[in-house]
C-alpha cells in the first residue's frame, strides 16, 4: 500500500508524514480493529511512520505529550511498536528517549492508573519532569523526521508508487 506523491513533494520536509498521511486520515475515528486491520496491511517502513504519526501528531502540547504517551503505553500497548518503527529508521537517540518517557509514567502511575492532563497541574515535579523530556521529544523528533525523510528518499521504492 504504497501512496501516490506528486515529485515536488519528495523534497518536502513533510515527505514521511505523506506518506503515511493517506492511511491514518483513512482511519481516524474508526475502532481499533479497524486501525490493526490497516496497520497489518503495512510494510515494516510504513508500520513505523504509521505509529509513530498516530503518537506525535497528538503531542502539540505538554498536557497532550503527557496523556497520549501514558495512552500509547497503558492503553494502546503501542509504545513498543513505536519504538521499534524508530529503531527501522536507525533512530536510538529517540527510542532511547521513549524508553525515559516510559519509565517516568510507569514510575509515577503505575500501570493502571488513570491518567489525565490535569495531573501536570496538580503534581509541579512531574510538570517540571515532563517539560524536559518533552522538550528532548519536540527536538528529537525534528531530527527523526529528516532521518525518515531521508531514509524514504533513499528507499522510494518501499514507500511511494511509481509510474511504470
Known amino acids: 500500500m504504497k501512496v501516490k506523491l506528486d515529485p515536488i513533494d519528495i523534497e518536502s520536509k513533510h515527505l514521511s508524514w505523506l506518506c503515511i498521511k493517506p ?8 475502532d481499533l480493529s479497524t486501525k490493526s486491520e490497516m496497520y497489518n496491511q503495512l510494510n ?11 503518537f506525535h501528531n497528538h503531542t502539540k502540547t505538554l498536557e497532550e505529550f503527557y496523556w497520549f504517551s501514558a495512552y500509547n503505553i497503558n492503553e494502546l500497548k503501542s509504545w513498543n511498536g513505536i519504538k521499534k518503527g524508530l529503531n527501522y529508521f536507525k533512530d536510538a537517540a529517540l527510542s532511547e528517549l521513549l524508553d525515559d518517557i516510559e519509565t517516568l509514567i510507569v514510575e509515577q502511575n503505575g500501570l493502571k492508573k488513570t491518567v489525565s492532563p490535569t495531573d501536570l497541574e496538580n503534581d509541579q515535579e512531574l510538570m ?32 511511494i508508487e511509481t509510474d511504470l
Request: hydrophobic fraction near 35%.
Open 23 to 30: 492511511m491514518l486520515l483513512a482511519v481516524r475515528g474508526k
Open 44 to 54: 515494516e517502513g510504513q508500520k513505523g511512520l504509521y505509529l509513530f504519526y498516530s
Open 128 to 159: 517540571n519532569d515532563i517539560k524536559i523530556l518533552y522538550e528532548k521529544y519536540m527536538d528529537y523528533s525534528e531530527t527523526s523526521i529528516n532521518r525518515m525523510n531521508d531514509w524514504i528518499k533513499a528507499n522510494r521504492e518501499e514507500f
